[in-house]
């Protein structure tokens, strides 16, 4: 069941034996497997839910509804450093999962025979 914030009015609540915070890549099987260990579990996320195909992927609307600060979130120090956030169902998870690929077999070929690994 998904619940927006909208659903609630001030003084509303809702018990639960563990609360996780983020539906990222940590989030979300540990809520499962809480829930299947027989736990009353409540994820929470702060972004939104959005049903896969509508957004447009890449997009300036993806960017704005998916990522916190639309995308470009800066850690100051030296060097300051600009990296994404996921604010949305699937957490960072989600906006970053179209943005690796697997390296092709040649190069993994490659780096075992040459380095070992």
Known sequence: MNLSKDAFGAGDHIEVEVLVIGS???GSPTA????EAGFDV???????WY?????????????QKQYRSGGVTVALGRPSIAYTEGR??????????????????????????????
């Open 51 to 63: 049903d896969q195909g509508s957004i447009k992927p890449f997009s300036l609307d993806q960017m």
């Open 88 to 117: 949305c169902a699937g957490g960072g998870t989600e906006v970053n999962s179209g943005l690796y690929k697997r390296p092709p077999h040649s190069m993994l070929t490659k780096w075992r025979d040459g380095y070992m690994i």
């Open 42 to 48: 409540l994820i929470v996320e702060e972004g939104e």
């Open 24 to 26: 990222g890549a940590g």
């Open 32 to 35: 499962a497997l809480l829930a």
